[in-house]
């Protein structure tokens, strides 16, 4: 069973930035495409970005282009999601996800998911 590992969340103030990371360790991580979700109080869990098996192709949500970027390193079973510019509507708690097959911004095209963790923007 695949675990992943979210973390980097926290407290920032609007205008700055954070780093999320996802982890799978002892998995072989090029296997899966992976995508970044968050889902506010009273919302629904939307897609943030995804990036494919290789990194070759990634793809983010309108709210988000230009400020969040994604990347992968799999030489370290490492997902990051850089986000920049952040505003006090990016708070929400960020999961990650894996998918054997392809990727996207659907919630039911991933089979496996991180713990989320916790990003609030706010002064």
């Known amino acids: 069973q695949l675990q992943l590992v979210a973390s980097g969340g926290g407290l920032v103030q609007p205008g700055g930035s954070l780093r999320l990371s996802c982890a799978a360790p002892?998995?072989?991580?090029?296997?899966?495409?992976i995508g970044w979700f968050r889902q506010a109080p009273g919302k629904e869990r939307e897609g943030v970005s995804c990036?494919?098996?290789?990194?070759?192709?990634?793809n983010y949500a309108d709210s988000v282009k230009g400020r969040f970027t994604i990347s992968r390193d799999n030489a370290k079973n490492t997902v990051y999601l850089q986000m920049n510019s952040l505003k006090p509507k990016d708070t929400a708690v960020y999961y990650c996800?894996?998918?054997?097959?392809?990727?996207?911004?659907?919630?039911?095209?991933?089979?496996?998911w991180g713990q989320g963790t916790q990003v609030t923007v706010s002064s």
């Open positions: 996800a894996a998918s054997g097959g392809g990727y996207g911004l659907r919630p039911n095209q991933y089979d496996y």
């Open positions: 990036i494919s098996r290789s990194g070759g192709s990634t």
């Open positions: 002892g998995f072989t991580w090029n296997y899966y495409a």
